[in-house]
């Protein structure tokens, strides 16, 4: 999903703003924002994985005390 969200930034900003109608700039900044949206979910993922890493953790490591 980073390369995808890289991807999309690099052609988000190669776009000449001066040059769009304004229902064109209206549907960029709307994909600006779902970009950063979508860049917040990837960081909430990434934090989730490791919070998931650490209970998986205890969890075993209580199953393993507990024989």
């Known amino acids: 999903m980073a ?3 890289a991807e999309t930034v690099d052609l988000l900003y190669t776009i000449d703003q ?4 304004l ?3 209206i549907t960029l900044g709307a ?3 779902a970009l950063a949206q979508a ?4 960081q909430i993922n990434e934090r989730l ?4 890493q650490v209970l998986n953790t205890w969890s ?3 199953t393993v005390d507990g024989r």
């Open 60 to 62: 075993l490591r209580s």
């Open 49 to 52: 994985r490791g919070i998931h």
């Open 18 to 21: 001066e040059h769009l109608t």
């Open 23 to 25: 229902d064109q700039q």
């Open 31 to 33: 994909a600006l924002a």
């Open 39 to 42: 860049e917040r979910l990837e």
């Open 3 to 5: 390369d995808t969200i």
